[in-house]
């Protein structure tokens, strides 16, 4: 679903379009961990899939506006997100940005 939503961003013409559409997907990424916690479902293999998912969603909302300088910026931070993901992986410690959060809020307070 977060991939659907994603690219659907990249089609939505208006900010309040674009801020409802990232808000659905960060609710849909945070029930499905809530509700595998919930039921004690945590896997490494789900873990790795998850940030995986989260991370091609991040791209795909980024990449729209990756010819301005706030796309610029938060195409770096994907990729320090990126890189995060295979600390945390290899780690086990979960570390990384709240991109998707921060795009939202950028979109709002900063209308485009």
Request: net charge neutral.
């Amino acid at each position: 679903m977060s991939i659907l939503l994603s690219v659907a961003f990249l089609y939505a013409q208006t900010t309040l379009g674009k801020v409802l559409i990232i808000g659905v997907v960060l609710l849909a990424d945070w029930l499905d961990g809530a509700t595998v916690r919930r039921y004690g479902q945590v896997r490494r293999a789900g873990y790795i899939i998850d940030a995986a998912v989260d991370r091609l969603s991040e791209a795909l909302i980024v990449s729209g506006e990756v010819t301005t300088l706030p796309g610029q910026v938060f195409f770096l931070l994907w990729l320090v997100n990126s890189l995060l993901t295979f600390y945390s992986v290899s780690s086990n410690q979960h570390v990384s940005l709240p991109l998707r959060f921060l795009y939202m809020m950028a979109l709002i307070l900063y209308p485009h």
